[in-house]
């Protein structure tokens, strides 16, 4: 008997060993890359992420990941991250010029070989929108971490929303304002200390020949205009959705503008056709440009020394809005693709989207960065307490840029 | 009956008939894909709603032919289409002859040289003709206000952003004009000439009366060709100024290009493209007609 039980307890004990041996087989590449990392994150709330659940089973699965030109760094280090954590996906990152991108991407997105998941631009919503898959995250718990997130609602579905909001703001080549004189002290905060900083900022020969001009719109007179009307607290649609230009607010900003041409001469309409490319050149002290342009000026002009700061308002009092402002979007998720992939993409989204610290490259990357803005009042995202409550009607289209923001 | 065979077969081989037939059919289905089904296609998509991005098509009758008819922005283009091409077609009949003819004068030394080199444009990509063309019309650091002193804002002042396309495409494209020209002068009757000389007609007069008369059927060729060419330009347009200053430089096909692969309405662009279509068709059976008329005169 002592015998036949020694036995069952051998054979028990080995049946034990193989079993633990493929419980551990399988789970054996999470194992090795789980000790280093947080059990969940709790950068996000209530939208978590736990990188301990296993993607796809364990099962090695490969994605393409497509994205425009000028931010591969950071595709590159998300992918890093992501696949450091899950070592069964393998992200093939496929990067397109912009123009063509656009493109491509629906007719791509149509087929069967599309990218499974891709970076999105909120300006192509139609073009996009049917080939995405919603969300595996409620709005709701989206919301409770997110602005603007209501707006993006589609019949109880979200497909994207923002990380990230972006602006216009006034960049400024540092050399020159030096060279003028100036200090951080002499920022301006309204448009007629601008008008002032400007005309000291404006270079001419000894024939009056405009050699640098202080302040230059050349060739982006519409950016520049729309948005600076709710400075005035004029809306650029009525409240029945009709746009609406032929105002008061708007004449005075377009007077303004000219003003600065022609009566302070700070520039001309023939000094220059592009105000951003001519403040890479040299050409110009100051220009009104996007967020986005700080990412390209560092890469076109790498020796250019520039910094920016808020748009001047009318007058000392903090005005209904700077200008208009538009979110950077989430990645979309392509419906077409293999249910395992979109599976691995929805939780590469939520991985994006609770990790924050590593995330808030991004939005200084597509808006501005930090280093570049130390003035500015309206600066990174972005908790929902900070908004104003205009953003819950939607961020499609040129709306104001609340004035409440607040840095994290 | 070897001699009929011969007539009706004159691949003589098996082989050699295989291969005509391959040719043949992979033309005709080269020709099928490429020109009459997209033309088909275009044709039928101008009555819909037509976004391929989106898997668009909704039928929408004769809006888009509507539609173009009412736009005033089709009727401007139209018109900056119909001056550019006149103006281009113009110059470079008139300018290709000038330096044809120089260039056939006997006392002119290194033909060859200057053929080529007002030849070479003619054979440099547009895109970047008219990208060398945007630095040359700055107006900062632009070689053509320095050579001339002067300081226009070519491509962003309304009066001179057209003027400025048409330069350029005038610069480019005289060269083709002036190759043909050359050719057909060297294959002009010299007894008509030495017929002339013997009246007494001087250079002039035997240019207008004799040279001008005689090249007619090319003259009317370069026409036909450029103006069915001009009407389909937008390169320069998309290069140097986008349509602008506003729509000042919108051209027709510029329009169609914006419509199709910008907002990519292809249903409008289609009906769009269909009128060009017709526009040329119709211009260029009436340059045929007058060439016919004189031909029988």
């Given at each position: 008997m002592e015998k036949k039980l020694s036995i069952l307890f051998v054979f028990v004990l080995l049946l034990n060993l193989v079993a633990w041996n493929g419980v551990s087989g399988q789970e054996a590449p999470l194992e090795t890359t789980q000790s280093s990392t947080n059990p969940i994150s709790d950068l996000g709330n209530p939208v978590q992420y736990d990188p301990q659940k296993p993607v796809n089973d364990g099962n090695d699965i490969t994605l393409e990941f497509w994205y425009w030109t000028g931010a591969a760094n950071l595709f590159q280090s998300l992918a890093d991250q992501y696949t450091e954590i899950h070592p069964n996906v393998t992200i093939n990152l496929v990067e397109n010029p912009w123009n063509d991108y656009w493109t491509k991407l629906p007719l791509a997105l149509q087929g069967n070989d599309g990218p499974v998941i891709f970076n999105f631009h909120n300006n192509q919503h139609d073009n996009i929108i049917g080939y995405m898959a919603p969300y595996d995250i409620s709005p709701a718990d989206l919301e409770a971490d997110f602005v603007g997130v209501s707006g993006h609602v589609i019949e109880g579905n979200i497909y994207y929303t923002d990380y990230g909001l972006m602006t216009a703001t006034i960049y400024y080549n540092t050399d020159m304002w030096a060279a003028a004189g100036l200090t951080d002290a002499d920022i301006p905060t309204t448009w007629d200390e601008f008008r002032e900083v400007a005309k000291k900022l404006t270079i001419r020969d000894d024939k009056g020949k405009l050699v640098q001009a202080g302040f230059s719109f050349n060739g982006g007179i519409q950016g520049d205009v729309l948005g600076m009307n709710y400075q005035y607290g004029q809306n650029l649609f009525t409240s029945d959705n009709k746009i609406t230009l032929n105002n008061d607010a708007m004449k005075n900003v377009i007077q303004r503008l000219k003003d600065l041409y022609e009566v302070d001469g700070v520039g001309d309409y023939n000094f220059g056709n592009n105000s951003g490319d001519n403040f890479g050149q040299g050409m110009v002290a100051m220009y009104l440009g996007w967020g986005f342009m700080t990412n390209s000026l560092s890469q076109n002009f790498p020796d250019l020394q520039f910094n920016c700061f808020e748009i001047p308002a009318p007058t000392e009092a903090v005005p209904y809005a700077y200008h208009r402002y538009n979110g950077e979007s989430t990645f979309g998720i392509n419906k077409n693709a293999a249910i395992e992939q979109q599976n691995v993409a929805q939780d590469i989204v939520r991985f994006f989207l609770t990790n924050y610290k590593k995330s808030s490259a991004w939005p200084m990357q597509f808006s501005r960065q930090k280093r570049h803005c130390k003035l500015m009042r309206i600066s990174l995202p972005y908790r929902v307490s900070l908004f104003s409550p205009i953003i819950s009607t939607g961020?499609?289209?040129?709306v104001p840029c609340p004035v409440q923001l607040k840095p994290m | 009956m070897a001699l009929i065979n011969r007539t009706r077969h004159p691949l003589r081989s098996r082989s050699e008939i295989i291969f005509r037939n391959i040719v043949i059919v992979l033309l005709i289905a080269f020709f099928v894909l490429f020109f009459v089904l997209p033309i088909i296609m275009a044709l039928i998509g101008s009555f819909y709603q037509w976004n391929p991005l989106r898997l668009q098509f909704n039928f929408l009758g004769l809006d888009n032919w509507k539609k173009v008819f009412t736009s005033k922005l089709f009727w401007s283009s139209m018109w900056h289409t119909v001056v550019f091409a006149l103006a281009a077609v113009a110059f470079r009949v008139v300018l290709g002859l000038a330096a044809a003819h120089a260039l056939y004068s006997r006392s002119i030394k290194h033909k060859s040289f200057y053929r080529t080199l007002y030849y070479l444009p003619t054979i440099t990509p547009m895109v970047a003709v008219a990208f060398v063309w945007k630095f040359i019309f700055d107006p900062q650091f632009g070689l053509l206000n320095h050579l001339l002193g002067i300081d226009i804002n070519w491509l962003f002042d309304g009066k001179y952003a057209l003027p400025a396309i048409i330069i350029l495409t005038i610069w480019k494209d005289f060269g083709f004009a002036m190759v043909i020209f050359l050719g057909s002068l060297y294959s002009l009757p010299k007894d008509c000439y030495e017929a002339a000389e013997i009246d007494g007609a001087g250079a002039w007069q035997r240019l207008v009366k004799l040279t001008i008369p005689l090249l007619r059927p090319t003259i009317l060729f370069i026409v036909i060709v450029s103006l069915i060419s001009y009407f389909q330009t937008y390169i320069p347009v998309m290069v140097l100024t986008q349509g602008g200053p506003g729509t000042q430089t919108y051209l027709v096909t510029y329009m169609i290009y914006e419509e199709a692969f910008v907002k990519y309405n292809f249903g409008y662009a289609s009906a769009l493209s269909f009128v060009v279509f017709l526009f040329i068709a119709v211009l260029t059976g009436f340059s045929f007609k007058i060439s016919g008329e004189r031909s029988l005169s």
């Open positions: 961020i499609f289209g040129p | -």
